[in-house]
């Protein structure tokens, strides 16, 4: 057991927090090994087709790419769904015997050569929908040895797909993989038509009919939040294998409610566009930390939420709440009345009288740091766990110009809502409330 403060358990005996106020930010720039950008979000699941099309449908995220029994892969069936620079690949095993009946070797067959049938029907048996893995686009393969050198866990070593691009995986934190994508080619050199040049060889664009053009106007992950049961040990060892700094962190003062809490870590790379957020429940509070319940329901730890930025946070909710009863992604209970009478005051120099009635009228929740502002919501889980969700947001301000590159904005603008935790605690507390009350009603009586 953590040491206690106040009868709160922080999870880690040598782990040292010192909260959002007393935390400096720096950037050491100290990187392993380049890296450029998130390349992807791997999903593992029993059904591929269904997945990747509900999540099209409720986040205007075309169906643009597959590798399946069409194109003569047996082995997996995989769909590709973009938006901007967001990219979620759903992926789902075909039965082994396929390719055994025909005498076919199913190795070379698979587009994604770090895929294992018996891996991910395990996967998907212990977590549900859930996410594998997190592609990074890196300079080359040396990102894989360098990590391993430098105490990362090997899942797959570098292999090179068709010439033309290699992908490498080392272990993150709990069953999930961080995956290494390079090129042959600079990004300049290749062309954004076919997916077997900006994606991944052995992937062909799908039909018309698949990839009807959807756009709510979300453009990129910005940030992707893992659970673990102790936050030190899961943050010196990606902090060591990857050479990312710190970009923030936050205690139960920061960012809990008097009836429960955690404590988090950012981490990031040198230019600061690759998050990694990792969070610890605290024990001892009133209820169970909402991290808990994760970790409990996901068995063991993974990941949490998704922040995705749109360029049109209003735009973007009003399309999927209209598809949140068909289909679509349901949103945690709005706020009370009185946070947004206290709006005006706390972000009317950048937030128009209209542009705040509109935060109301959707939900959306509003906090700001020294540099810029953060809008955000966030759905209810995506499916029959309380696990993974999706965070909803849209950064203003932070606009930066470095050396010949267009002004681009700087990473994290606007913090990561540690002013609108403890209402979304509350949410998720009254969300677990009304189930527990349910649970305690029984079925209803015939």
């Avoid at 403060?5 to 930010?25: A, W, Y």
């Avoid at 009003?318 to 706390?346: C, D, H």
């Avoid at 995506?382 to 696990?387: A, G, H, Y």
Wanted: proline share 7%; charged share 20%.
């Amino acid at each position: 057991m953590g040491k206690q403060n106040d009868g709160i358990t922080t999870g880690s005996d040598d782990f040292k927090l010192v909260g959002f106020s007393n935390f400096v930010r720096s950037n050491p720039r100290s990187d392993s090994f380049p890296v450029r950008r998130f390349h992807h979000v791997e999903f593992w699941c029993t059904d591929a087709t269904n997945a990747s099309r509900r999540f099209s449908w409720g986040l205007g995220m075309p169906v643009v790419a597959k590798s399946d029994l069409s194109i003569g892969n047996a082995t997996h069936a995989s769909y590709l769904c973009r938006s901007g620079d967001l990219c979620f690949l759903f992926t789902t095993p075909y039965s082994p015997s396929i390719a055994a009946s025909e005498g076919l070797d199913p190795s070379p067959m698979a587009s994604l050569p770090t895929f294992s049938y018996s891996a991910c029907i395990a996967f998907a048996a212990k977590h549900g929908l859930a996410i594998r893995a997190f592609a990074i686009e890196v300079e080359d393969g040396a990102a894989f040895h360098t990590s391993v050198a430098h105490g990362a866990r090997p899942v797959s070593p570098p292999v090179v797909l068709d010439g033309a691009a290699t992908i490498a995986e080392v272990h993150l934190y709990g069953d999930v993989v961080l995956r290494y994508v390079s090129y042959k080619t600079p990004a300049s050199d290749r062309i954004n038509s076919s997916p077997d040049s900006w994606f991944l060889p052995r992937f062909e664009p799908t039909d018309g009919v698949s990839s009807f053009l959807l756009d709510f106007g979300i453009r990129r992950l910005d940030h992707a939040v893992g659970c673990v049961h102790k936050l030190g040990p899961a943050v010196s060892y990606v902090k060591r294998f990857t050479g990312f700094h710190e970009f923030a962190e936050f205690t139960k003062d920061d960012v809990g409610t008097d009836e429960s809490g955690l404590n988090s870590v950012v981490l990031a790379n040198n230019d600061e566009t690759v998050l990694l957020p990792m969070t610890e429940p605290l024990f001892g509070t009133k209820r169970r930390s909402p991290i808990q319940t994760y970790l409990e329901h996901n068995e063991g730890p993974g990941v949490h939420h998704l922040a995705l930025v749109t360029e049109d946070i209003f735009r973007t909710l009003r399309e999927m709440m209209k598809r949140s009863g068909v289909g679509g992604f349901e949103f945690m209970p709005p706020p009370p009345p009185t946070y947004y009478q206290n709006l005006q005051g706390r972000a009317g120099d950048v937030l128009t009288d209209e542009q705040i009635k509109e935060c109301e009228e959707l939900g959306i929740l509003v906090d700001r740091d020294d540099e810029g502002t953060l809008l955000q919501i966030f759905t209810k889980p995506l499916c029959d766990r309380p696990t993974l969700f999706l965070e909803i947001i849209q950064r203003l301000g932070c606009m930066h110009k470095n050396d010949h590159r267009k002004p681009h904005q700087k990473g994290g603008c606007g913090g990561f809502g540690k002013g609108n935790f403890s209402e979304l605690f509350k949410s998720i507390e009254e969300y677990e409330k009304t189930l527990e009350a349910q649970r305690a009603a029984g079925p209803a009586s015939a």
